[in-house]
């Protein structure tokens, strides 16, 4: 345990002395980035090597004679550790030529400090082995990561971001504690160990009150709601640690509670597959209507989650079910979209983070070409969108195969498991498709064509931190696209750890599963090598000339007359009208000399749509009326708290 | 071994002659007397002579889309059981990989018609990313069919020796609904009439071959080939689902496969003779029609199989 408060310290350590430095613009980024990754490397050492030998560590601290803070280190926690080190690492390498604004060094510390606080807070999330060091975790989690989405603060759209932000962890911090006070109701205890022992009703609302609160905190539909505002706002590499491990936080309180509870009901895993289909589909459909790059990727986000919850959801109905090569086989799958989505969802966002630090521009269709002069950013790009559609050789196909094998285990089953698995594998392949078309528009509208605009002309992949961390995520993605073998070890060891009536004995399958996926990953290598020298062949000595696009007889085409991200979505959106309502603003084009005209489109949120009709509204009519109930006098104030303890000691 | 790979060597050389018979079938519906059986070899060799015109817009990934596209074609085909006899690789889920490594391919044909800026291909390309999304959900429909009945997850345990027989004995009459699913899969997934016609000459109403508009010389060639190898694919697996009688390696097995194939073959000319093209919105519903016949028929097996 001790390396592990150690790298932690020395991340937080970093933090402050940013803010100590925060005059000096270039020594307070050197101090915050060497001691940030010094300390999530070590981190990151030391999780890997507990994760391979699967060792439980332990820690507790006494804080003002009450609460004890006990943290622990298991398999489990040590998989997530290894993601959160990990792209946290690259994350804060990559800021290192992000964050420029030398005009504003005080911000640019706070930043850091902050990020220093949410990657510590977030480690401690998922060590901690009580309710109180959790909650408390959580909720520096959720306030420093609060802090960083309104980096720019001035901007009212970051401020509405950041506040729609702060209600939703809020909210979903209430169902949490929910959840744990009636665990305390029923046991006396803050100790994890006794939500085991609730009766089997209470289980019930104790995992359906934390499946809300830790959903809204990952991004299950519908309380999704704020990832899309949150992460375009955050600085590029904020979003990507956000998208990339924050969220997963919630995937990791939700597993957690899962086997704590140990009760292995159909109810849950229906529950955590339903959720998971509804999010994959809902999530990708609306990230192919969004017009904001990075809006867009939040929305991929909530797609990812669902992939994950997939994963998770049939290997709980394998458990339920006794059919424990479903269960190992899904909850792997699971396991392994969790790291994998990290890795490939932080390098696109850092590539779009790129993309907006030399255009200026998050909008899809100012875009075009950026091929040609950012060729590294591009091809991190593709790599991380070929990954994220699950396309094999990318690590994405791997994770997803494990689903789909797991899936097709549930089919030979009965009834409600059965029609599960085949909603569960439908809906995969779907997911697959829509995410397909979802990044051949990213790729085909942003990266290639022609600039549509003069923000996408003439610009540069200048910063060579930024290019090294894409890099590097974009070697991972096709390393374990092609031996899974070398990582497969962290998810199976995560995964027998979790101690559901399973163990290494199923080591074998994975084994041969993960040398199939080498060998077709070979077969492909092979053939494309083959076909290329083919290629090579018919073209040597040829005379290869330049020309302009064949524009099917029309000789004056224009960069305005490509299809744009909006024209290539609106095909399939048409498809998903009633759970993606558009709304467009077209003034007609009338008379002679027209007017100049103008199209906006906008897709709507259902869930955003209703929330506000169901919630919002209804809270602020309400609220209206007790408006009188605040009159600005403090001593009232301090009478209500007096009134309320008064009236609460009835009940206790 | 060697029989597997000297079959794959065959499919990949013989696959643009019998896509010459749809020719061959549409020029007998036109009264016409046709091109010759052999036109696809004709073609692809002027198209290899020549050399290639690439616009300014594009950049490498426009020169790797028919590479790629190719190459998922004819890795697909080497864990294909051509003729019944065992394909050259096959592993349990290895239908999973051939149906990502063709999204592989439809990725990369997108991404080389984005490349040229032009709108034609944009349209083509959007269309191309839609209609598979419903087909891919019908490929698993049936796969889950299949794995019901079988317990396994590869195409050798469907389509090898005697299987697709014992197939037949385990569920016959749900069966005739996935020879059909997959026919309308055959049809939207090699852009043939009524999802798309690749004869029509107004580039608006296309959807392959706009794509591959700016494509020339040997690329369009490469283009072409791995079309004829992805028609191939399905044309042999509704061949085996047709025809499943097994007699070893025999001259009748062979026999039966070609004559199987051909009437495939003729199957895609009549169906593009006699009907037109959809309406571009009308094609969802046609397509999904294949997914309610898969999906009645895992349901009628979850009765017969118990």
């Not at chain 1, 994890?192 to 990952?218: C, D, H, R």
């Not at chain 1, 396991?335 to 966002?349: A, D, G, M, T, V």
């Not at chain 1, 020309?547 to 909006?566: A, N």
């Not at chain 2, 592989?104 to 191309?128: K, Q």
Request: net charge positive.
């Amino acid at each position: 345990m001790s390396q592990f408060f150690m790298s932690i310290l020395i991340i937080i350590s970093g933090g402050f002395l940013s803010l100590i430095f925060a005059k000096q613009f270039k020594l307070l980024k050197f101090l915050a980035v060497l001691l940030l990754s010094i300390g999530c490397l070590t981190g990151l050492v030391d999780v890997v090597t507990k994760l391979l030998q699967s060792g439980t560590s332990f820690a507790s601290f006494k804080y003002l004679n009450i609460f004890s803070l006990t943290f622990q280190i298991d398999a489990l926690s040590a998989f997530f550790l290894v993601a959160i080190f990990l792209v946290s690492l690259l994350a804060t390498i990559y800021s290192f030529h992000y964050m420029d604004d030398s005009k504003h060094p005080v911000r640019t510390a706070t930043n850091y400090f902050f990020f220093s606080i949410l990657i510590a807070s977030m480690a401690l999330v998922v060590t901690a082995s009580n309710m109180i060091t959790f909650m408390l975790s959580w909720e520096i989690m959720s306030l420093s990561s609060f802090f960083l989405v309104i980096y720019k603060y001035n901007e009212p759209e970051n401020r509405k971001a950041g506040y729609l932000y702060f209600v939703f962890s809020h909210v979903g911090a209430m169902f949490i504690f929910a959840a744990f006070g009636i665990v305390y109701g029923y046991t006396g205890s803050f100790e994890f160990s006794a939500i085991n022992s609730l009766p089997e009703t209470a289980k019930i609302v104790v995992f359906i009150f934390s499946f809300i609160g830790f959903g809204s905190k990952a991004g299950i539909f519908p309380f999704h709601v704020w990832l899309p505002y949150a992460h375009p706002s955050a600085p590029s590499h904020i979003s990507a640690v956000m998208s990339g491990v924050m969220i997963k936080t919630g995937i990791y309180g939700i597993i957690k509670m899962y086997v704590l509870l140990s009760f292995h009901t159909l109810l849950f895993g229906n529950i955590v597959l339903i959720a998971g289909v509804i999010s994959g589909i809902l999530g990708i459909v609306y990230a192919l209507g969004q017009h904001d790059l990075k809006r867009l990727l939040a929305y991929s986000s909530v797609e990812n989650i669902g992939i994950i919850l997939i994963g998770l959801g049939i290997g709980m109905i394998g458990v339920a079910s006794k059919n424990p090569l479903m269960a190992a086989l899904g909850f792997t799958g699971g396991f392994l979209h969790i790291l994998n989505h990290s890795i490939f969802k932080s390098l696109l966002f850092m590539g779009a983070g790129m993309v907006l630090h030399k255009t200026g521009t998050r909008s899809i269709d100012a875009l075009g070409g950026l091929v040609k002069n950012m060729k590294v950013t591009g091809t991190a790009v593709i790599i991380g969108s070929l990954a994220i559609c699950g396309l094999p050789p990318f690590n994405g196909f791997v994770g997803e195969f494990f689903i789909y094998i797991a899936g097709f285990n549930g089919v030979t089953l009965t009834k409600s498991a059965f029609v599960m698995s085949c909603f569960g594998i439908i809906s995969l392949a779907v997911i697959g498709g829509l995410a397909l078309a979802c990044f051949t528009k990213v790729i085909g509208v942003v990266f290639q064509g022609e600039p549509r605009t003069n923000a996408a002309v003439d610009v540069n992949e200048k910063g060579p931190t930024m290019l090294f961390s894409m890099s590097i995520l974009a070697g991972i993605c096709i390393v374990i696209g092609i031996f899974p073998q070398l990582i497969i070890q962290l998810p199976i060891n995560a995964v027998s750890a979790l101690g559901l009536g399973f163990d290494n004995t199923l080591l074998e399958p994975f084994t041969k599963m993960t040398g199939n996926i080498t060998l077709s990953a070979t077969i492909f290598m092979v053939s494309l090598l083959f076909v290329i020298a083919v290629q090579w062949f018919f073209y040597r000595g040829k005379n290869i000339t330049k020309s302009g696009t064949w524009g099917c007889g029309f000789t004056q085409p224009t960069v305005k007359m490509q299809y744009t991200g909006s024209s290539y979505a609106s095909f399939i959106l048409d498809f998903f009208k009633p759970a993606a309502p558009l709304s467009e603003d077209h003034p007609a084009i009338e008379g002679r000399f027209p007017e100049k005209t103008y199209y906006k489109s906008h897709i709507n949120d259902i869930a955003e749509l209703n929330m506000n009709r169901a919630i919002v509204n209804p809270v602020l009519f309400l609220f209206d009326k007790l408006r009188w109930i605040q009159h600005g006098d403090i001593h009232l104030y301090i009478g209500y708290i007096l009134l309320a303890i008064v009236l609460l000691l009835f009940f206790i | 071994m060697t029989e597997s790979i000297i079959l794959w060597i065959l499919a990949i050389l013989l696959a643009p002659l019998f896509a010459g018979i749809i020719f061959k079938v549409k020029a007998f519906f036109g009264g016409r007397l046709g091109s010759p059986l052999l036109i696809n070899y004709y073609t692809l060799i002027k198209l290899m002579k020549k050399g290639s015109v690439y616009s300014n817009s594009t950049t490498v990934i426009f020169r790797l889309g028919p590479i790629i596209s190719l190459c998922s074609a004819i890795v697909v085909l080497m864990f294909l059981p051509i003729a019944g006899r065992a394909p050259i690789f096959s592993f349990n889920g290895d239908v999973i990989f051939i149906l990502y490594l063709l999204g592989l391919g439809r990725f990369f044909t997108i991404a080389a018609a984005m490349d040229t800026a032009s709108p034609f291909e944009g349209m083509g390309a959007a269309r191309e990313a839609y209609f598979p999304i419903i087909c891919e959900a019908t490929m698993f429909m049936i796969l889950i069919f299949f794995f019901r009945l079988t317990g396994e997850l590869k195409l050798s345990a469907y389509f090898a020796g005697s299987s697709t027989m014992t197939l037949w004995n385990l569920a016959g009459a749900p069966l005739l609904f996935i020879v059909i699913a997959f026919f309308i899969i055959l049809l939207t997934e090699n852009s043939r009439v009524p999802v798309d016609d690749p004869a029509t000459h107004l580039e608006l109403t296309m959807i392959h071959e706009v794509m591959i508009l700016d494509h020339s010389g040997p690329d369009l060639g490469l283009i072409e080939l791995g079309a004829f190898c992805k028609l191939f694919f399905y044309s042999t697996i509704i061949t085996k689902l047709i025809l499943p009688f097994d007699y070893g390696l025999s001259a009748i097995t062979f026999g039966l496969y070609i004559a199987g194939l051909i009437i495939v073959y003729i199957a895609i000319g009549v169906t593009e003779s006699v009907i037109a093209r959809y309406r571009m919105d009308k094609v969802p519903q046609f397509i999904l029609t294949s997914f309610a016949l898969a999906f009645f028929a895992t349901i009628i097996t979850l009765e017969f199989l118990k």
